[in-house]
């Protein structure tokens, strides 16, 4: 039997095989505001909480994700397509968020921060004082 073989195929195979493997590691994100606060929530399946790291520093809140994948030297991978590494998102917060009251949960692979805002920046009603027209014209 005669098998034909196209170099520039299995090439094209390779490089498709690494962009396809950058493209699946990356931190999804979906950003809300509710009430006073806003949230953000990062899928991160299969990340140990104990692999997960939230910091807040000059308004930019960063989230570091390890995933580690260990196979045993018998075992020959045919196909290799879950992400094991480390992951790293980061989310500039607007003036008006409060960084030091950042909260963050994961559950289910999925972290949820909710980020309030600054007391100065929430909306407020102003009270407008009264007078009679004949007490602001005496005065």
């Given at each position: 039997?005669?098998?034909?073989?196209?170099p520039y195929r299995e090439f094209d195979r390779m490089v498709q095989s690494?962009?396809?493997?950058?493209?699946?590691?990356?931190?999804?994100?979906?950003?809300?505001?509710?009430?006073?606060?806003?949230?953000?929530?990062?899928?991160?399946?299969?990340?140990?909480?104990?692999?997960?790291?939230?910091?807040?520093?000059?308004?930019?809140?960063?989230?570091?994700?390890?995933?580690?994948?260990?196979?045993?030297?018998?075992?020959?991978?045919?196909?290799?397509?879950?992400?094991?590494?480390?992951?790293?998102?980061?989310?500039?917060?607007?003036?008006?968020?409060?960084?030091?009251?950042?909260?963050?949960?994961?559950?289910?692979?999925?972290?949820?921060?909710?980020?309030?805002?600054?007391?100065?920046?929430?909306?407020?009603?102003?009270?407008?004082?009264?007078?009679?027209?004949?007490?602001?014209?005496?005065?």
């Amino acid at each position: 039997m005669v098998m034909r073989v196209d170099p520039y195929r299995e090439f094209d195979r390779m490089v498709q095989s690494l962009v396809q493997r950058d493209a699946r590691a990356v931190m999804p994100v979906d950003a809300y505001r509710i009430d006073d606060s806003y949230v953000v929530q990062f899928d991160l399946p299969g990340i140990d909480s104990e692999g997960l790291e939230v910091t807040v520093e000059r308004n930019v809140l960063t989230v570091r994700a390890q995933r580690d994948i260990h196979h045993e030297d018998r075992e020959q991978m045919v196909v290799a397509e879950r992400f094991s590494g480390s992951l790293e998102r980061s989310i500039y917060l607007g003036s008006d968020l409060d960084p030091q009251g950042v909260m963050a949960e994961y559950v289910d692979g999925v972290l949820t921060v909710k980020i309030p805002v600054h007391e100065a920046a929430k909306p407020r009603r102003i009270a407008v004082n009264h007078q009679s027209a004949k007490t602001a014209i005496a005065s």
